[in-house]
């Protein structure tokens, strides 16, 4: 029977591997890993435009703010590209390691500025640069003050923003640096400003106009300028009002800048490693993505199973299949060959996966980053795969959960005629079979709680949460006692689906009602 198994799985195996299919489905997931990546940064530095806007202030005062606060910014976004660069390039980055920490602190941009800002950061890097080192390329400005256009006078102020509208609709083009631009919003800034906490605490009628700063534009999704406007101008008006009561705003601001100092420190790690880094946070969390992985190869591979058995069975291919095999022998020989399908799938998933960390995060895990940097996560990945269960519990609760799902899906298969009818039939439980999709974010926060410890006991949504549990130190009757009852529960499974998958295969017509296949698993062999 072995042999005879044995055969089928190689067929079913070689089968797979010929399909155009399957390789643009284990091609697709690094794509789509690299692109989850690079896309967003793309759009972020290259697809978002800058951002231009007009500021109406009859006081002056403001709009010099706020280009203060736009360009410290701005500085703190090339400052970070440069530390990036640096790490990427260096010859000996490990050398500049604390140097170059030092610019990633977030009080450090001042300093980057009195320096004389990137070209001065570039000089000190003069000689320092691999040979054949790529030229900097600074980042787009995300916004850029203008003023007002010529043909819109800034008085009288009931009329500015009706002079204004054909710019911030968009019938109307800007002139910046001979290109045509669009108008983002206007910021009208009244002569005083309202203090709406006096107000509000006062219980007076809010004005919808007199006194507020008036933000006009049509994107509604990009709150990034308004933001910003608010920030830097009630952090002056604070400022202000200090000084009215008497009191020292730098030394009010030197206070407001105290922060709690707290490390996190974990009892489970040896004496003297007990502080928590980032490797220990990828740690608590990883299970999870590990867990959409585990979910996804199950349902594609048992997808694949069940595909197979109904297209096997609809063209008659099955019953000559059965003319040289039994039943039991053909079902095994079946879920095999899908079984090494689906764990070659998730070898090259993991292996790629890691490739991409490596390549668009880690590069290399050498560029110099200081401990718990996201230029480790590789390293951390790493030491975390040989550390833990982590591998060995994700390929265990592949092949206990792909049994699970794959017997029921080749029991489902061979009792219908067409892929429609196994659809019917699948619509009725696929709400249960996505509960292990809504509990991944759940699980990490409480691994070992009522929710994680009960659902950890229901055998289809097992695998997946033990999975999630794997790195949250279980409780020994858990692990083991689940284990022995997932094998229990396969090994049933398997002895209904092979009473179902006799009777079934060569049956046509309708496909069982429930109960009918509860007959077929209950009558005697």
Known sequence: MFHIAFLVAAREYLENLKTKGFWF?????????????????????????????VVSDPSSKWKGLIDREIDQRYQREVLDELVSYARRNLKRPADLAEWLDHWSESSAVEEFITKGGQPGFLKELEGLLETGAPLFSPPRRRFQSIPLPSEVPESPRETLIDRLRPWLKGDEKLQVENQSVNLFAAVLIPHVLRDSGATASSGAKKSSAEGNIEFWSDNLADVGLEQLVTESIGRELRTAAYQVKGMDAAAVKAIESIHVPLISLNPRKAAGEEQVGLGDRIRQWIPSVFVYLLWVAVFVTAQMLLTSVIEEKSNRIIEVLLSSVTPEELMAGKLAGIALTGLTMLAFWIITSMGVLWVNIGHGGGSGGG???????????????????????????????????????????????????????????MPILLVPLFTIPFIPRDPNGTLARVLSWIPPFTPFVMMNRVTGHPPMIDVFGTLIMLVGFVFLELLAAARIFRIGVLRTGQPPRWMELLRWVTQKA
């Open 371 to 429: 401990s718990g940097s996201v230029e480790n996560i590789p390293i951390d990945l790493l030491n975390l795969m040989q550390t833990t269960w982590l591998l060995p519990a994700f390929l265990g609760y592949f092949a206990l959960g792909f049994l699970v799902y794959a017997t029921f899906f080749l029991a489902l298969g061979s009792t219908c005629n067409t892929l429609k009818e196994a659809q019917n039939m699948m619509g009725m439980i």
């Open 25 to 53: 489905g284990i091609i697709l997931f690094p794509l789509i890993w690299t692109a989850a990546i690079k896309i967003p940064i793309l759009i972020e530095k290259k697809g978002v435009p800058t951002r231009y806007f």
